[in-house]
Each structure stands twice: as structure tokens, then as C-alpha cells.
């Protein structure tokens, strides 16, 4: 039995994890969902990402080995260091943003930002292997 997170299939290997809700600003609480999509060459990309629990990790894990974590945004980079101190192979692509010196830091990676192109090999059709 999974603590909170509860994966669906969204499409040919696309899933969806739900996360814990969180407590934003002002005592706003807010669920957390992330995508996780397997590339055509079988590596992940962890899209906007949520707690990382070890349950959790084993589960992705055992999908194939993350190549990317996305923040599109700074609403969604809450947890993109602890997924990159977990995976630091991962390459870390971060939205730019005017607060960005109060932004989570990954260390011992490189953070890029918004408009970087995933790697050619990288498109086609999902499920593609």
C-alpha cells in the first residue's frame, strides 16, 4: 500500500503520480501531481515532481532511468533537489525566473532553464522503443 502516491496511466507511457498536499503561503494547502514520461530510448523525464519517498523512488526506478527533471515553473521546483541529489545523472531543466536567487539551488548539476530542446533522439512517438 502506497502512502500517498497513486499512479495512473495517462496515455502510451505517460503516467500520472499524485503527491501530498502541501502547505503554501498563507496556510493555502495545495495537492501535488507530477508526469512521469518514458522516452522513446526508454530513459524518464519527471515532470514537475512531488515528494520523493523511497517507495517512490523504487517504483520509478523500476520504469528506466531518469534523464531529465522539469520545473516549469516555480510553483513546481519545490522537490527538484532532492530528486536530483537522488538521481544526480539527471539533467535538471528549470524555468528562469526573476526570484531565481530564492529558488531551491541543485548542487553538483547543471540547471538549465525554460526553452532548452530535449535531446533529438529523444522525439517520436510515445511508447516507441
Known amino acids: 500500500m502506497r502512502d500517498y502516491e497513486m499512479w495512473e496511466a495517462f496515455g502510451p507511457e505517460i503516467w500520472i503520480v499524485d503527491g501530498p498536499v502541501v502547505t503554501a ?38 520504469l528506466g532511468n531518469i534523464r531529465y527533471l522539469v520545473a516549469p515553473n516555480s510553483l513546481h521546483d519545490s522537490f527538484i533537489a532532492d530528486w536530483h541529489r537522488a538521481f544526480p545523472v539527471a539533467q535538471v531543466l528549470a524555468a528562469g525566473c526573476p526570484r531565481e536567487a530564492s529558488r531551491p539551488q541543485v548542487r553538483g548539476g547543471s540547471r538549465q532553464h525554460a526553452g532548452t530542446r530535449l535531446d533529438r533522439r529523444d522525439r517520436g512517438r510515445p511508447g516507441a522503443r
Do not use: K, N
Not at 526508454?42 to 517512490?56: F, K, M, R, Y
Open 25 to 62: 503561503a498563507a496556510g493555502f494547502h495545495y495537492p501535488t501531481r507530477m508526469t512521469v514520461i518514458r522516452l522513446a530510448g526508454g530513459d524518464l523525464v519527471i515532470w514537475s515532481p512531488v515528494a520523493l519517498t523511497a517507495q517512490l523512488r523504487g517504483e520509478v526506478e523500476v
